[in-house]
């Protein structure tokens, strides 16, 4: 094969990443949720100042959610992560960059079960947890290992930090940080965070809201579920990023999965021996971009694409392409 067909060959199998790591994501209704985060209004972190947080990638080593590891084989993390058009398929620890080359500690591990709640429910995210295995043990560092679990829910007022990579500004638009990201929320009232003027009542039980309430500008964003929330001062897992209104909003306070609710559950995963084996598929369905609709001012809406007609135009592209360079296969 010549120089130029391992060119377009690169060019197709990067063109099926890019839009399986970025071109889907649910679209938001006023009242409803948005499972797709990052950090805005943040500052980085440093080496080993989160040692817990994970990133959760696709088979192309791209950045797809976060998650916090509770011991060398399992991770916590959103339920809403689990995406068939985005598969995760492994777990890298030990590095604040999400680059493709990353730091001599970096390490890596293959996914091999991806347990959600077994209430979990996409329309409202209550449940928003889940417990991943890994096929080989995390070496445990200085820098890098477990993080203990919070056991009871963070009071109102009390200062959290937040952390994550990703979108640094509202919207797809925005700078992109590779860097781990770290920002400080207070916890608010779950009452107010139900009411009218915030997101009445979408709140379920087993969340807690955080935030700055009147300036906004502080949260999580784009990319960032499932990573971590340490409340407290205490180093613990609080919980993991769920759902929330844009990113940074005044009024609108992150949600957060109140890991403390979900002690029991975890520890009963772990504690399982044989869990459902969970498929990777190499290459899911495709998912394309529509047009915004003219009522929504919240961004775009997404639509799926039978996989067979994407892969024919994906191939279509391709042999136009040969064809114009006169390429023998």
Not at 102 to 128: A, C, I, L, W, Y
Not at 203 to 210: D, I, S
């Amino acid at each position: 094969m010549s120089s130029i067909s391992l060119y377009l060959l690169a060019f197709y199998v990067c063109l099926i990443s890019y839009s399986e790591a970025w071109m889907y994501s649910p679209k938001f209704v006023k009242y409803g949720v948005n499972g797709e985060f990052r950090i805005i209004g943040g500052k980085p972190a440093d080496k080993g100042e989160f040692r817990a947080q994970v990133s959760l990638q696709n088979r192309f080593f791209a950045h797809i959610c976060a998650g916090v590891i509770i011991d060398p084989v399992h991770i916590v993390t959103a339920a809403h992560c689990h995406q068939p058009q985005k598969r995760i398929g492994y777990v890298m620890g030990d590095d604040l960059m999400v680059t493709f080359n990353g730091s001599e500690t970096r390490q890596r591990r293959k996914v091999m079960h991806f347990v959600p709640h077994p209430e979990f429910s996409r329309d409202t995210f209550q449940n928003d947890i889940a417990v991943i295995r890994v096929d080989n043990p995390f070496n445990v560092t200085k820098t890098f290992g477990p993080k203990r679990r919070s056991e009871a829910t963070p009071t109102i007022e009390t200062r959290c930090t937040v952390v994550g990579w990703g979108y640094t500004t509202n919207g797809q638009d925005g700078d992109i940080s590779y860097n781990l990201l770290k920002t400080d929320v207070f916890v608010a009232d779950i009452n107010y965070c139900n009411s009218s003027d915030s997101y009445e009542g979408a709140m379920k039980p087993g969340m807690f809201c955080a935030g700055r309430l009147r300036e906004g500008g502080h949260d999580a964003c784009l990319g960032d579920s499932g990573g971590l929330i340490t409340c407290g001062g205490l180093q613990e897992i609080s919980g993991v990023v769920s759902f929330g209104n844009e990113c940074g909003l005044p009024e609108f306070p992150g949600i957060y999965a109140d890991v403390s609710m979900y002690n029991a559950w975890i520890d009963e995963i772990v504690a399982t021996k044989v869990l459902p084996e969970y498929e990777f598929s190499p290459f899911p369905k495709p998912y394309a971009i529509s047009q915004p609709d003219e009522d929504d001012s919240y961004g775009y809406s997404y639509s799926e694409v039978t996989s067979s007609s994407a892969t024919l135009a994906l191939i279509s592209v391709f042999l136009a392409i040969r064809s114009v360079l006169n390429v023998n296969l």
